[in-house]
């Protein structure tokens, strides 16, 4: 596997689990999520959840060997990708029947 994508993939979690945090801690979002997140501590938890799952399945995949312990993480990987998308969906302001 060819190193430089692991690297920019980490990076990529690491800067979006910092989203995440940033808007758990003091309510940020970045400039085009403000208008249509409501709940901006749901969104984090969505985005912490969702990189921490990312995370799991590529840094496991390389460091464990067994079969059934590569199956159980994956589950739990997945898992953590649907919950993050959910909280995040949850977050949004529902659009306006007129």
Do not use: N, P
């Given at each position: 596997m060819?190193?430089?994508?692991v690297g920019a993939a980490?990076?990529?979690?690491?800067?979006?689990?910092?989203g995440?945090?940033?808007?758990?801690?003091?309510?940020?979002?970045a400039p085009w999520l403000r208008g249509r997140?409501?709940?901006p501590?749901?969104?984090g938890y969505g985005t912490v959840s969702l990189a921490a799952g990312l995370a799991t399945v590529m840094s496991f995949k390389m460091a464990?060997?067994?079969?059934?312990?590569?199956d159980t993480l994956f589950v739990l990987a997945m898992a953590l990708v649907i919950l993050g998308g959910l909280l995040q969906r949850?977050?949004?302001?529902?659009p306006t029947d007129q």
């Open positions: 060819d190193w430089f994508f980490a990076v990529g979690f690491g800067l979006l689990a910092v995440g945090v940033l808007a758990l801690a003091t309510g940020w979002l997140v409501v709940r501590d749901l969104w464990v060997d067994s079969e059934i312990v590569l949850r977050s949004l302001r529902r």
